[in-house]
C-alpha cells in the first residue's frame, strides 16, 4: 500500500470516530443533566420532609395557638399578639377586627399596656415566674465597629410574654456605628440611657435562680458581662429541631418565627422586647422537646415546691447515697 493511499484511509478513519463521538458525548450530557435534575428533586425533597416533622407537632386547630397558618403573609402577626392570642386560646387576626389595633403593633391588646414602655427599666406589678426571655439590642463601636459591638439595650419578658424589664444601655466606649437601620438606637435614645452598672444589678436580679430563654444567649450574656449556670438556659439556635431546618447551622431567629410560628419580626429597626417575646414563643411551642434534651444533659431531681427541675448536680445524689449507706 502507498503512503497515500494510507494517508487517505487515516483521515477518513478520524471523521468516522468523531462522528461516533458525537452522540456518545450528547448522551453523556443528558445523563449528567438528568442526575443533577435528580439530586435537586431529592435536596428538596429532604428539606420538605424536615419541615414536615415540625408541622406534625402543630395543633391541627387554627386557633388553639392563635396563629392560623404557619405560612408568613404581609398579614403575619407580632410576637406580642400571638403570645397574647394563644394565652387567651383566641386567633391573633380576630383580636384585630375586634378592636382593630395592628396585627405588628408590639403593644399588648387589646388595650395598650402601661406596664409595655420602651426604657421603663423595671416594670412593677409584674410577676417573673420560673420561665424568662431575654433579647439585647448593640451597637458598633471604636476603629472597627463592623467587628466591635458594644450593648445598647437589654429587654426581658416573662413566660406570657408580660414585659419584665427594658432599657438603654450607655455604652463603656465611644459609639461610631448606631446601626439604626437594624438595632433601633440612635444618639437621642442613648442619652436616656442607664449606665451598665445600673442595668447589670436589674438584669441579674431577674435572671436569679429562673430558666433563662434566649436566642444565641451566650452573645446576650457577654455583652452584660454576666453568667447564668448552663443547665437553666434554654437556647432557641441551639435545638436540634431548630437547627435541622438549617442543615444543622445556626438559624435566625427571624426564619423560626416565620416558618414555623407565622410571626413577622425584624422587619425594619428591631425591637429587643418582641425578639424576646418571639424567643418565648418558639420555645413555649417547642417546651416538651427542650426538657426532654435537657434531661438527658443533666438529669432530673426534686426541687422544694414539688416541681420537677433539670438538675446537674451529681455530688448532691452522691452525698444522699451515702448518708442511706451509714444507716
Not at 196 to 206: I, T, W
Not at 250 to 271: D, F, M, N
Amino acid at each position: 500500500m502507498e503512503l497515500k493511499d494510507l494517508s487517505s484511509n487515516w483521515k477518513k478513519l478520524q471523521q468516522t470516530l468523531r462522528k461516533d463521538r458525537a452522540p456518545k458525548s450528547a448522551k453523556h450530557h443528558l445523563a449528567e443533566d438528568v442526575q443533577r435534575d435528580r439530586a435537586k428533586r431529592r435536596k428538596h425533597n429532604s428539606k420538605k420532609e424536615a419541615f414536615a416533622k415540625f408541622q406534625e407537632k402543630a395543633p391541627t386547630k387554627e386557633h388553639s395557638m392563635g396563629l392560623g397558618t404557619s405560612k408568613a403573609t404581609s398579614a403575619a402577626p407580632s410576637a406580642s399578639l400571638a403570645l397574647w392570642a394563644e394565652d387567651n386560646d383566641i386567633p391573633a387576626r380576630d383580636l384585630t377586627a375586634a378592636y382593630g389595633s395592628s396585627l405588628k403593633s408590639t403593644s399588648r391588646p387589646p388595650a395598650k399596656d402601661p406596664k409595655d414602655c420602651v426604657n421603663i427599666g423595671l416594670s412593677s406589678d409584674v410577676e417573673a415566674g420560673r420561665y424568662i426571655a431575654i433579647d439585647c439590642e448593640m451597637v458598633g463601636v471604636g476603629p472597627t465597629p463592623d467587628i466591635d459591638s458594644a450593648l445598647a439595650r437589654v429587654s426581658l419578658v416573662n413566660y406570657h410574654g408580660e414585659q419584665l424589664y427594658d432599657s438603654f444601655v450607655l455604652p463603656k466606649e465611644a459609639v461610631t456605628d448606631y446601626r439604626t437601620f437594624v438595632s433601633g438606637i440612635t444618639p437621642q435614645l442613648l442619652k436616656s440611657a442607664r449606665p451598665l452598672e445600673d442595668v447589670q444589678r436589674d438584669v441579674a436580679g431577674l435572671m436569679q435562680g429562673k430558666v433563662l430563654v434566649g436566642h444565641a444567649i451566650r452573645n446576650d450574656l457577654k455583652a452584660l458581662f454576666l453568667g447564668h449556670p448552663e443547665r437553666d438556659i434554654r437556647d432557641t439556635s441551639r435545638y436540634p429541631r431548630f437547627r435541622a431546618l438549617a442543615k444543622g447551622r445556626t438559624p435566625a431567629l427571624k426564619r423560626l418565627a416565620k416558618e414555623l410560628l407565622g410571626v413577622e419580626i425584624q422587619g425594619g429597626e428591631h425591637s429587643s422586647v418582641e425578639d424576646a417575646r418571639a424567643t418565648m414563643l418558639l420555645f413555649r411551642r417547642e417546651k416538651d422537646g427542650f426538657e426532654h434534651e435537657h434531661t438527658k444533659k443533666w438529669g432530673i431531681s426534686r426541687i422544694k415546691d414539688g416541681d420537677m427541675r433539670n438538675s446537674g448536680d451529681g455530688a448532691d445524689q452522691k452525698r444522699r447515697k451515702r448518708k442511706k449507706v451509714r444507716k
